[in-house]
């Protein structure tokens, strides 16, 4: 079975830092092109950072600089370092793989 599970959000004061994992099972990550996405509340999902099948990245305006996408191919995990985290990036955190999506994390930057 095809699943997408994160983890690693949680509390933390502007400023800090979080890294969200998205262990996979079911197919080989690396082999596909993988995302970051989230939904703040009252708001559409929005991307966030792609990584490509050849190790290439992409970022949103809104996080370039401060998140960092990553992957462990001997884990079959995909990784969002959140450095320099603010206010606005609170929100619910997805994996993505085409068509397949995880459960989400929460991600709640406050004072």
């Known amino acids: 079975e095809v699943q997408l599970v994160e983890s690693g959000g949680g509390l933390v004061q502007p400023g800090g830092s979080l890294r969200l994992s998205c262990a996979a099972s079911?197919?080989?990550?690396?082999?596909?092109?993988m995302s970051w996405f989230r939904r703040a509340p009252g708001k559409e999902r929005e991307w966030v950072s792609t990584?490509?099948?050849?190790?290439?990245?992409s970022y949103a305006d809104s996080v370039k600089g401060r998140f960092t996408i990553s992957r462990d191919n001997a884990k079959n995990t995909l990784y969002l370092q959140l450095n320099s985290l603010k206010t606005e990036d609170t929100a619910i955190y997805y994996c993505?793989?085409?068509?397949?999506w995880g459960q989400g994390t929460q991600v709640t930057v406050s004072s």
């Open positions: 079911g197919f080989t990550l690396s082999s596909y092109r």
């Open positions: 993505n793989r085409i068509s397949i």
């Open positions: 990584i490509f099948s050849d190790g290439s990245t």
